[in-house]
């Protein structure tokens, strides 16, 4: 069945070029709906900074990040998909039937708009991530672990993904000293995880007041462990896997949030605002997992294109 419109008017702007914007509009097309998609920097998201996926689609094996992103990007050249890279997208308001995009100082109509914004780690207290960022403190292991090789470093964070920085950090730091924050415990299986030397990866869990010092890049850090004992060492880098937060300041007031900030969909990922969808991470409930942020930007269009009277071809 054709798809019904009464405009010019897209049938769908996806905003966010990880997996869940990519899938989303991969199967938009398919359905046979107009689509465009919005990415601010290069198509895969958070795959760019992972050397390990897992739970690949249609795999029982951990993929490279990086060329699965690669990969994403060809699927959506293939598929021939509007894609507009390196495009900020600076405000989203109602429009007549739809919503309207300012994109880059361009207007872009659209009937629905799917948010794939994702997230962003959560800075520590202390305002010292931010003044190292860049000389010595790092958000990804896969691109920045290379540059510490045969030293010690320090990764703080107790998120899901701190399991993946710790597995890539492994492969060329001498020592990681893993301090995992009072009350962000979220990943007690990395003691446990296979592939990580116990000699080589020390766990700190209940660390507090941890502080990273130095001139003109990090040179030492200290924290207290469980025990308020004061520990202080000299470190030569430190990478964040800290939990992280959504990316919905363009949607701030438009839709329902959690009490963290997630957008809150139904099994349509529909949000509460009409004609917007959510899908992948920046979406309540969800999981940095591939097999989920896809699916949901499958659902998402097989949703619109059921409204709008389209089916597959």
């Known amino acids: 069945?054709?798809?019904?419109?009464?405009?010019?008017?897209?049938?769908?702007?996806?905003i966010g070029g990880g997996p869940a914007g990519v899938s989303c509009a991969l199967a938009a097309k398919e359905l046979g709906l107009e689509v465009v998609l919005v990415e601010r920097s290069g198509i895969g998201g958070q795959l760019l900074n992972l050397d390990e996926a897992r739970f690949v689609p249609l795999s029982n094996e951990p993929q490279a990040g990086y060329d699965l992103a690669a990969q994403l990007g060809e699927s959506a050249d293939a598929a021939a998909i509007d894609v507009r890279l390196f495009a900020e997208c600076d405000e989203l308001t109602r429009a007549a039937g739809g919503w309207s995009l300012s994109v880059d100082g361009a207007q872009i109509r659209a009937r629905n708009v799917v948010l794939a914004t994702g997230t962003h780690p959560e800075e520590p207290e202390g305002g010292w991530a931010e003044k190292f960022l860049g000389a010595g403190v790092s958000h990804c292991a896969a691109c920045d672990g290379p540059l510490y090789a045969g030293r010690a470093v320090a990764l703080v964070g107790g998120s899901p993904w701190t399991l993946a920085e710790a597995t890539s950090l492994s492969q060329h730091a001498s020592e990681i000293l893993v301090l995992i924050p009072a009350g962000e415990d979220l990943a007690p299986e990395l003691g446990e995880r296979a592939g990580l030397d116990p000699a080589k990866v020390q766990i700190v869990r209940e660390a507090r007041n941890i502080e990273v010092t130095g001139g003109s890049a990090v040179e030492s850090l200290s924290y207290k462990?469980?025990?308020?004992?004061?520990?202080?060492?000299d470190i030569g880098g430190v990478f964040l896997g800290t939990s992280r937060s959504p990316n919905t300041t363009l949607v701030a007031g438009l839709v329902d949030t959690d009490e963290r900030g997630f957008v809150i969909v139904?099994?349509?990922?529909?949000?509460?605002?009409?004609?917007?969808?959510?899908?992948?991470?920046?979406?309540?409930?969800?999981?940095p997992l591939l097999t989920v942020v896809?699916?949901?930007?499958?659902?998402?269009?097989a949703h619109i294109a059921g409204l709008l009277g389209g089916g597959m071809r």
């Open 266 to 287: 139904d099994s349509n990922m529909r949000s509460s605002a009409e004609n917007l969808y959510a899908v992948g991470e920046v979406r309540a409930g969800s999981a």
């Open 225 to 233: 462990d469980a025990g308020g004992n004061p520990v202080a060492r």
């Open 1 to 14: 069945m054709a798809v019904s419109r009464t405009s010019d008017d897209l049938d769908i702007a996806i």
């Open 294 to 301: 896809t699916a949901d930007g499958v659902v998402a269009a």
